[in-house]
């Protein structure tokens, strides 16, 4: 219950295009859902947050869909860059006995020219 | 303001040897935990502070593992007897939460390699 799947695995678009990314959550006792980005030789940093009293966030050209009776989400990443290539993580967490952070696995995302 | 700290940033061991990484989290933030990211893999959970103490210890994988925080602040977390599948990138995060669900944020990690 406490799995959080995450995918594509890895993921290739044209610059100026929008990236997807999609996550699953199974325990309904998460009620924050980040999503991370990370570089090479780096932490992961905080990229965008949501929590479940709403469906959507938006935070300049990055936006997290939030369906809390699915129990999905999603990061979308519009105008892509070359600079946005990392890998991206989404997570979830709640309270009392659910603090840490449980990732999914990852998403390799390249922007092309 | 500064970030989460971490050292060394490398460490490269001899199988058998202990060895000692520390974290210095964002001042105030009264939440610490330690994750572990194995070459190509996701982020696994490894120990949580609040304050001095440890509410969630379920992420170590033996006893092998330990962690301490001391003064509401520094952390220190020692593997013993180190083996090669301990290899792997050691993050620390913290957070201004006392009880969980709120924002984390991550170190740079220390490299640990054992040979």
């Known amino acids: 219950q406490q799995q959080v799947k995450q995918s594509p695995q890895s993921l290739i678009v044209q610059k100026g295009g929008i990236s997807i990314i999609n996550c699953a959550y199974e325990n309904t006792a998460f009620d924050y859902f980040p999503w991370y980005q990370q570089f090479p030789g780096k932490g992961p940093a905080l990229l965008i947050a949501?929590?479940?009293?709403?469906s959507e966030k938006k935070e300049g050209r990055f936006t997290i869909s939030f369906n809390k009776s699915a129990k999905q989400f999603s990061l979308h990443i519009m105008d892509s860059q070359p600079g946005d290539s990392a890998t991206y993580f989404c997570?979830?967490?709640?309270?009392?006995?659910?603090?840490?952070?449980?990732f999914g696995t990852g998403t390799r995302l390249t922007i092309i020219p | 303001g500064a970030g989460v700290s971490q050292s060394p940033s490398n460490k490269v061991t001899e199988k058998g040897k202990d060895v000692e990484l520390r974290c210095d989290p964002i001042?105030?933030?009264?939440?610490l935990y330690w994750y572990r990211q194995s070459l190509g893999q996701g982020l696994e959970f490894l120990i949580y502070f609040q304050g001095n103490s440890a509410p969630d210890k379920s992420g170590l994988p033996s006893d092998r593992f330990s962690a301490e925080r001391t003064g509401g602040s520094v952390s220190t977390l020692t593997i013993q007897r180190t083996q090669q599948e301990d290899s792997a990138v050691y993050l620390c995060?913290?957070?201004?939460?006392?009880?969980?669900?709120?924002?984390?944020?991550f170190g740079p990690g220390t490299r640990l390699t054992v040979t």
């Open positions: 997570a979830a967490s709640g309270h009392f006995g659910n603090e840490k952070l449980t």
């Open positions: 995060a913290s957070s201004p939460s006392p009880g969980g669900a709120y924002e984390q944020y």
């Open positions: 001042s105030g933030h009264t939440a």
């Open positions: 949501i929590r479940p009293d709403v």
